[in-house]
């Protein structure tokens, strides 16, 4: 089992940047590939970037490519969002999650079984 504590949610105004960071304890953290995802009041969960175990291979939410990147320190057991030119639509809770199998790609299809308890993103205007 794998415990999953993200940080750095807060408060930016909009075009404005955030670091989320997640880390993972629990189990052998570069055997699995990891994910972010969100989920806005009223709105379903969005899968917003994911990266492989090893880090080479790398998948983002339409919404979000080109300002949005997943990154990940094996060494440290922690995967990073690094935000960028945010939105006001870009507010959400954002989940950390991990791959229930090895050697996974963290595309969205993937199985993601573990989830941490979310870290609170909010874009002003």
């Known amino acids: 089992q794998v415990q999953l504590v993200e940080s750095g949610g807060g408060l930016v105004q909009a075009g404005g940047s955030l670091r989320l960071s997640c880390a993972a304890s629990?189990?052998?953290?570069?055997?699995?590939?990891m994910a972010w995802f969100r989920q806005a009041p009223g709105k379903k969960r969005e899968f917003v970037a994911g990266i492989s175990w090893s880090g080479g291979s790398t998948y983002y939410g339409e919404s979000v490519k080109g300002r949005f990147a997943i990154s990940r320190n094996n060494a440290k057991n922690t995967v990073l969002l690094q935000m960028n030119s945010l939105k006001p639509e870009d507010t959400a809770d954002y989940y950390c999650a991990a791959d229930k199998e090895t050697s996974g790609l963290g595309s969205p299809g993937s199985d993601f079984g573990s989830w941490g308890q979310g870290t609170r993103v909010t874009v002003s205007s």
């Open positions: 629990g189990r052998t953290f570069s055997w699995y590939a």
